[in-house]
């Protein structure tokens, strides 16, 4: 994007879900509250806007970000995947089909988050991202529930389903390394 | 939110010049802590620079063996970085122990350095607070002290510096090199980097408005075993109440700084050379000088066990 400069409204273009996108946006608008309220894009949720619960967790170039603490306007040329670009009802991703068999959810509201967080998150695994948990920083981690644990835990649920979580990410993870 | 003017940076120098011409100008890099405090109106700036084109996305080898990591570095990708895995795994362990996937993925390692406290009055704008309104009071020393500072703090303030990953850089040679708005660079140990509030406590760190931090270096591996342990009240994604970075080496001898105690990452070197004496004697010289509140004294018992856990495993 060029550099440009406004007080008020300035264009913005991305693709969300492999579609491009343009906005004309104010800068003060977060990269959540453009999927959501500008392209109707709902399945990110807003838990509490500061980072802290994950519900509004979003794939932007193949990582996971809080989409609450980003501004859209910093993500011009960017790749932006949400649930809606991972699974619909009729064609669902292995993943959510597992939380649905894992009963992975009560209210379903940290559920989008809780899906794109952990797709992401088995990646960081592939790519020898560290954890807290690990005990040889050189080895790359296996995928266990400590694991899981782990690096799940900037996705909060507040129905507490988090062992029918860790169940649904364990099974997909495993047919994938099978 | 207040309304805000955006523009991208195309130069670390030419972002320099735009901050320094505008106090209410602030640079933006993940935004992770900044949008946050924007949000709460803790922060009100007119005028963002988004630095995150700029080309300080690298890790490079030093000539001398050290490292010169880019400021824009996330995170996740410093921690994942072989080097840093093998030679200075405290750093890579402290990292990991801070926020979240999806906040170390966002967070860069200039952004992380300058991350502001996490004291819950300076938080609450219904409350006084000399950081955030200086002059207006310490609503905290009289008030709920528990994750607040014990040490280097003054009757202004008693915050902490809440990080981790700075804690386990003071192990190293780290300095922390920044450019101005008319192109001069200058080097600035991470020991003296983040300031003691003293009468001033809206100053967090001895950078000049508009001063733009370029890299943090890292001296050459030194030898020895390396370690950090964070103590907090949940297992994951929390703030530090207290935290141990060490090196120590068979000899006995070594370096620890603390976390979560003090305005800045706490390293007493006086203290370290009393490590073949025992958790103890190090605890006990390093916060001689401590002044903790009624709420926050159990953190200088915490700290000595914290330490002695580490030096356990150090010799298993
Ligand atoms: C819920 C939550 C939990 C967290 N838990 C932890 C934790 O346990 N441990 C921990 O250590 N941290 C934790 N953090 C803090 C997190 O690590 C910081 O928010 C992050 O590191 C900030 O980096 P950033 O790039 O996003 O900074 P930004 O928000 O972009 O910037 C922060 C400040 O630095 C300035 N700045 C940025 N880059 C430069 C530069 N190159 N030169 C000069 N100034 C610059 C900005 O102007 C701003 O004032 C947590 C954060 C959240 C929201
Ligand atoms: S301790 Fe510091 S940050 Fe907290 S209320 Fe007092 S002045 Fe503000
Ligand atoms: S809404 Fe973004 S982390 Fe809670
Ligand atoms: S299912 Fe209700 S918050 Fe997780």
New interface residues.
């Given amino acids: 994007m060029a550099p440009a400069s406004s007080t008020t409204s300035m264009k913005v273009s991305f693709r969300v879900n492999g579609t491009p996108r343009e906005l004309e946006l104010d800068p003060r608008v977060t990269l959540l509250d453009a999927l959501r309220e500008h392209l109707h894009l709902t399945g990110a949720k807003k838990g509490c806007d500061h980072g802290q619960c994950g519900a509004c967790t979003t794939i932007v170039n193949g990582a996971r970000i809080n989409a609450c603490l980003s501004l859209a306007v910093m993500h011009a040329g960017d790749e932006i995947t949400t649930i809606e670009g991972i699974g619909q009802p009729d064609a669902l991703h292995p993943l959510q089909a597992a939380f649905i068999e894992h009963d992975g959810y009560q209210c379903g509201y940290c559920t989008p988050g809780q899906i794109c967080s952990a797709l992401a998150m088995l990646e960081e695994i592939d790519r020898a991202v560290p954890s807290h948990v690990q005990e040889d920083l050189l080895q790359k981690a296996g995928i266990t529930e400590a694991e899981i644990r782990e690096r799940m835990s900037g996705n909060i649920c507040r129905c507490g389903a988090y062992a029918n979580i860790v169940a649904a990410i364990l099974e997909i993870a495993e047919g994938e390394t099978a | 939110?207040k309304?805000?003017?955006?523009?991208?940076?195309?130069s670390p120098q030419q972002a320099a010049a735009v901050v320094a011409a505008n106090p209410e100008a602030r640079f933006?890099a993940g935004?992770?802590n900044l949008?946050?405090l924007m949000?709460l109106q803790i922060e009100a700036p007119r005028?963002?620079v988004?630095v995150?084109d700029l080309d300080l996305h690298r890790i490079e080898a030093k000539e001398d063996g050290g490292l010169r990591i880019g400021a824009l570095v996330s995170n996740?990708a410093l921690?994942?970085d072989?080097r840093i895995?093998?030679d200075y795994?405290a750093v890579?362990?402290a990292i990991?122990?801070g926020?979240?996937?999806?906040?170390r993925?966002?967070a860069t390692t200039a952004g992380n350095l300058l991350q502001r406290t996490r004291c819950p009055y300076f938080y609450d704008t219904a409350q006084r607070c000399n950081k955030r309104a200086p002059g207006s009071g310490c609503a905290a020393i009289e008030g709920f002290s528990r994750g607040l500072g014990v040490i280097g703090t003054s009757e202004h303030c008693i915050a902490t510096y809440p990080g981790d990953m700075a804690v386990a850089l003071r192990l190293f040679e780290t300095v922390v090199e920044t450019v101005d708005a008319e192109g001069a660079v200058r080097m600035i140990p991470l020991a003296e980097f983040h300031r003691l509030p003293g009468t001033t406590p809206e100053r967090d760190t001895v950078l000049e408005q508009g001063e733009f931090i370029t890299a943090v270096h890292l001296g050459p591996p030194p030898e020895g075993r390396q370690f950090y342990q964070k103590v907090r009240d949940r297992?994951?994604?929390a703030f530090a109440l207290v935290s141990v970075a060490a090196l120590l080496r068979p000899d006995g001898t070594g370096r620890v700084a603390f976390g979560g105690v003090a305005p800045r990452p706490w390293r007493v070197e006086e203290a370290e050379e009393l490590l073949p004496q025992g958790a103890r004697a190090v605890t006990d010289r390093a916060f001689r000088d401590a002044r903790p509140t009624a709420g926050n004294a159990f953190k200088l018992p915490l700290a000595t066990r914290t330490l002695a856990y580490v030096m356990a495993q150090a010799k298993g």
């Fill in positions: 939110m309304a805000f003017s955006y523009e991208r940076a195309r933006i935004g992770t949008i946050d949000k005028h963002l988004d995150q996740t921690a994942t072989e895995r093998r795994g890579a362990r990991m122990a926020a979240s996937g999806q906040l993925n966002k297992a994951s994604y």
